[in-house]
C-alpha cells in the first residue's frame, strides 16, 4: 500500500522548469509501476509519466514527452518529475500514485502547478 505526498509545485513562466516530488509512505520498490498524474479544471485526469521500479524504465504521454523525466529513488521512497520548457496546457494539480489508477489505495491532495503565458 502506497501513501503518496507530493511537492514541489508552483507558478512559473511558460519555458521554465519545476522539479516535483512525492514521498510515498509505502516501499515503492514493492510496486512494480509508479507514475504521475494531472488533473486540469474541467479536465479528467490524465496519466504522463510512468517509471518501472525495479529497472527505472519510464514511458510518458506524448504530450510531455521530451520535456518531462521521471525518476525514483527506492530506497528513499520517492518518486520525482523534472519538468522543463513547460507549456500554460501544463497547468493542472499533480499527483503520484501506483499505475494502474484503479489499483491505488488512496491519493494525495496533490499539488498545484501553473504556468503562465
Known amino acids: 500500500q502506497v501513501q503518496p505526498v507530493e511537492s514541489g509545485g508552483g507558478l512559473v513562466q511558460a519555458g521554465g522548469s519545476l522539479r516535483l516530488s512525492c514521498a510515498a509512505s509505502?516501499?515503492?520498490?514493492?510496486?512494480?509501476?509508479m507514475g504521475w498524474y494531472r488533473q486540469a479544471p474541467g479536465k479528467q485526469r490524465e496519466l504522463v509519466a510512468i517509471?518501472?521500479?525495479?529497472?527505472?524504465?519510464?514511458n510518458y504521454a506524448d504530450s510531455v514527452k521530451g520535456r518531462f523525466t521521471i525518476s525514483r529513488d527506492n530506497a528513499k521512497n520517492m518518486v520525482y518529475l523534472q519538468m522543463n520548457a513547460m507549456k500554460p496546457e501544463d497547468t493542472a494539480v499533480y499527483y503520484c500514485?501506483?499505475?494502474?489508477?484503479?489499483?491505488?489505495?488512496?491519493w494525495g491532495q496533490g499539488t498545484q502547478v501553473t504556468v503562465s503565458s
Open positions: 500514485n501506483v499505475v494502474p489508477s484503479v489499483a491505488a489505495t488512496s
Open positions: 509505502g516501499s515503492i520498490f514493492r510496486v512494480n509501476r
Open positions: 517509471i518501472i521500479t525495479s529497472d527505472g524504465s519510464t
